[in-house]
C-alpha cells in the first residue's frame, strides 16, 4: 500500500472515531483521496464538523451514475452529489459523497457551511436537477434561463444534431430577451430607498473591462456601488459534455480552451489524471519538458494580465509592450509545439514530440530579456503612483474570506497565505525544482497584480532550472495506452501494431476507476476529477476551474466603491471567461 | 487692415484649425504607435497620412442615426456646441503680429468663456442621449469642468497682473519685454496645463469618457458625423489650449529672426500638442474623486498662493 493510501485509511478511520454514530462506506478510488459515502440526512452535520480541519470546499459536483456499469461495491445512486474538501494547513483533501435517487433528488444546501457553495448547488441544480432545499437563489447558472432539461444527464443529448432543427422565430427571440431581463426582485434588491431611486446599470455581457463575455448588474447610488450580481453562462459550450462523447485522446484539445490563456497548463491535470487511472509512469524528460512549457505559459497569461490590468486602470501603453514580449515567448512556443495560443501538445504518456534543434539557445535569449523587461514594467506600472491610489486598499478579502469563498492562487497567496500547490503539495516532478512563493499581506488589488509579477520572475527560474538540467530520454512513456504509442516497432509486429492501430481509431481503453489531479494553474487551483468506466471515453469529466468561485466574490468585495474601482477589481482577479463557464 | 486679409485670416483659421484636428487624428495615432513600439496607421498613403481624409470620408458617408430613445433636437444640438464654442475660442488667438482674427481687450475672458461653454456639449450629450452610461459620463463631465474652471481662471490672473490687460497681444508684446511668462508664472503655467487637459478632457482627465469604465461615456450613443464633431472638437480642444499654453506661458510668435513669427508659434504649439499625446500614453486614469480632491485640495490652493504672491510683487516691488 502507498504511504498516500494508508493516510487516506487513517484518515477515514479516524473520522469514524470522531463521530461514531455517523454511518459512512468508504471507496477505494485510485487517487488515494479519502472517499466516503455518507447519508443525505448527516451531510450538514458532518460538513459542519469537517469544516474546523478543511477550510474550503474545494468543489461540488453531480454524478449522473444510471448508466455507470462498474459500480461494485458503491451504494445504489442515480444521481451523486460530490464534495471535495480541501485542507490547507494538513495539505489533504476528502471527498464526500451522498447518494440520490431519482424519485427525491432533494438535498439541503451547505451554503450556510461554506458560503461558495451557493454558485456550485447552482451549477449542480442546472446541469443534473438536482434540488437544493433552502437554496436562496437556485436559478439556472450557466444555461440560459429558457433552456429545457439538464444538460449533464445521460438522457440529455449531446449534439445538436441529437435534437429537432433550431429555429429563431421573432416570438423566441422575444421570448429569450424578456427572459434576460434583470429583475432586482428576484436577487432580493431593492428598486429604491427612502432617500433614493436607484439606478441597476448592466455592465456587460459586452463590455470593454469584462473580459470576455461576463455581465454584472450593478444597483448603483449614483456611482457608489450598493450591490452587484454577477452573472455567467455566456460563455458556457460544454466541456464537460464533451468529455463523455470525446476519446480520452481527443479530448485534449479541448482542454486547452478552458483556460485560454493557459494553453498547455490546461493539459497537465487532465493528462496527469489519465495516466494515473491507466497506471503510466511518465519518463522524466517528458515531466521536464512539461513543467517548462507549463511555466512558460504562466509567463504568458500572466503578462497578459499585467497588460490588462494596467490598461483598465487607464494606462494605455503598458499592453503592448507585455504582448509585444508575450509574441517573444510565442515564437518559442511555436517552433516547439507548433501551435501557439492552444497546442493541445501534451499527450497521455508524455508529449508530442521532442524538443526541436536549437531549443535551448530560444530559451536561454528569452531568459535573458525578460529580466530587464520586468524591471522596466515595474517601473512604469507597480510603480506608478497613480496606479497605487487606484488599486491599493481597493478590493479587500482576508485569508479567512478567501478560504471561505474558495479563491486559490494569486489571490490566496495576495492575503498573506503562504501556500502553493507546485511547493506544498508537488505534482508532476516540481518537488526538484527551486522557487520561492511570493506572499504579500493586504489581500488588495494592488497585492494581487504583485503577487502576478513576482511570480513571473519566478516562472522564469524555473523555466532555467528546466534547460539547464533537460534530462536525456524519450519522451513518451512505453505503454500501451500511451497516445499514441511509440511508432519504432509497430512496422516490426503485430501486437504493436494493433495497439496503434486500436488507440488512434478507438482511443485507448483506460481502466475503471475515479481520479483526480489537481494543479497550480495560472489562474488558481485547477482540478480535473475523471471517472472512468473502463471504455475509450470518459464517464464524467469534472473541471474544477479556478475562475468560477472568483467571481462569485466580487460582489462581496465592492459594495461601497464606485465603478472605477470595480473595474480595477476585476482587471485584478484575473479571470478568464472559458474557465469560469467551461 | 484691408477687408480681404480680414476674411483671409478668418477661413484661413477655421480651415487650419479642421485641418489641424483632422491631421492629428492620424498623427496622434501614428506618434502612439511609435511610443508603443509598433506602427500605428500606415497604410493609406505615404506614412499613412491618408488616413485622415479617409477617417472624414467615413464619417461622412455613416448614417446618420438618432436613438428612437433620444431626446432629438438636444441629441443633434450637443455635437455641435463644442464645435462652435472651441472654433469661436480660435477667433482670440494672435497667430504672429497682426495676424490674428480680432484682438479683443478681453481676449483671455473670451476664451475661457468659450471653453465654459464646451463643457455644455458633453453634458447636453449625456443627458440626450437617454443611456446609462452617457448619463454617468455627463454628471462627471459636469463636476470635472466644475472643479476644473474655477482655477483655470485663477491661474491666469497672475499673468494678467504682470501685463495689466487682458488682451492676449498685449500678454505676447509684454513677454517681449519681461521674458516668458513660464519663468515668472511658473506655478500658474502647471495649474493652466492641468486645467487645460481636463478641460479638452483627455486622458488622464478623461473620465467623461473612459472607455475602461463607461464604454464611451457621454457619447455611447453617438455614430457617423455626430461622433466625429465630439473628435473634432476633442481635437480642436486640444489645439487650442496648446496655443493658448504657448501663447500665455512660452511667448507666443516670439523667438528668433531667423524663422517668422508665425513659425514659432506654430512649434511651439506643436510641441505641446506633441506632449499632450505623450501624456495619454504614459498615464493612467485617477478616480473621478481623487481627480476631484487633486483639483480642490492642491491645484486651487496653489493658483491663490501664486496669485497672492504675484499681487504681492506687483504692488510693492
Known sequence: MSASAEHALTATVELRQRLPHMSFLTQQTIDDIPTLWILREQLCEILRFLKSDYEMLFDLCGVDERLRAHRDGLPPSDYTVVYHLMSFKQCRDIRLKVALSENDINLPTIASVYPNANWYEREAWDMFGINFSGHPNLYRILLPPTWVGHALRKDHPARATEMGPFHMTEERQDKEQEALRFRPEQWGLKRKNKNTEFMFLNLGPNHPSVHGVFRIVLQLDGEVIVDAVPEIGYHHRGAEKMAERQTWHSYIPYTDRIDYLGGVMNNLPYVMAVEKLAGITVPDRARVIRIMMAEMFRISSHLVFYGTFAQDVGQMSPVFYMFSDRERLFRIVEAVTGGRMHPAWFRIGGVAQDLPKGWHEMFTDFLDWMPKRLDHFDKMVMQNSILKQRTKHIGVYSTAEALDWGITGPGLRATGMDFDFRRDRPYGGYDQFDFEVPVYNNGDCYDRAMVRVDEIRQSLRIIRQCVANMPAGPYKADHPATTPPPRERTMQDIETLIHHFVNVSWGPVIPEGECSVTIEATKGLNMYYLTSDGGTNSYRTRIRAPSFPHLQQIPLISRGLLIPDLIAILASIDFVMADVDR | ?317
Open chain 2, 1 to 317: 487692415m484691408p477687408g480681404w486679409l480680414i476674411y483671409f485670416i478668418i477661413f484661413g483659421t477655421i480651415f487650419g484649425a479642421f485641418g489641424g484636428a483632422a491631421v492629428l487624428i492620424w498623427f496622434e495615432r501614428r506618434l502612439l504607435g511609435i511610443w508603443q513600439d509598433r506602427l500605428g496607421p500606415n497604410r493609406v498613403g505615404p506614412l499613412g497620412i491618408g488616413l485622415a481624409l479617409a477617417d472624414v470620408i467615413k464619417l461622412f458617408a455613416k448614417e446618420d442615426w438618432v436613438p428612437p430613445f433620444a431626446d432629438k433636437f438636444v441629441f443633434v444640438f450637443a455635437p455641435t456646441a463644442i464645435v462652435m464654442a472651441m472654433l469661436l475660442g480660435f477667433a482670440v488667438v494672435p497667430f504672429a503680429p497682426g495676424i490674428h482674427v480680432i484682438d479683443l481687450n478681453i481676449a483671455l475672458l473670451f476664451f475661457m468663456g468659450m471653453t465654459s461653454l464646451a463643457v455644455y456639449s458633453v453634458m447636453l450629450g449625456g443627458l440626450a442621449s437617454n443611456n446609462k452610461y452617457a448619463l454617468l459620463g455627463g454628471l462627471r463631465s459636469a463636476a470635472q469642468m466644475v472643479s476644473y474652471e474655477v482655477f483655470m481662471g485663477l491661474s491666469l490672473m497672475g499673468v494678467v497682473m504682470l501685463t495689466g490687460s487682458f488682451s492676449l497681444v498685449d500678454i505676447v508684446n509684454t513677454q517681449a519685454e519681461k521674458g516668458w511668462f513660464v519663468f515668472s508664472q511658473f506655478f500658474g503655467f502647471v495649474a493652466f496645463m492641468m486645467a487645460g487637459i481636463a478641460e479638452s478632457h483627455r486622458l488622464p482627465f478623461d473620465l467623461p469618457e473612459a472607455e475602461h469604465e463607461l464604454v464611451a461615456g457621454f457619447h455611447t450613443e453617438y455614430s457617423g458625423m455626430k461622433f466625429g464633431m465630439f473628435m473634432v472638437g476633442e481635437y480642436l480642444g486640444l489645439i487650442l489650449i496648446s496655443s493658448m499654453i504657448c501663447t500665455i506661458f512660452f511667448g507666443g510668435w516670439l523667438g528668433p529672426d531667423f524663422l517668422p513669427p508665425i513659425f514659432w508659434f506654430t512649434i511651439k504649439t506643436f510641441v505641446f500638442i506633441c506632449f499632450f499625446i505623450l501624456l495619454r500614453a504614459a498615464i493612467p486614469r485617477p478616480r473621478y474623486d481623487q481627480l476631484m480632491i487633486f483639483g480642490w485640495q492642491y491645484l486651487l490652493p496653489l493658483t491663490l498662493i501664486n496669485l497672492l504672491v504675484t499681487g504681492a510683487v506687483v504692488l510693492w516691488l
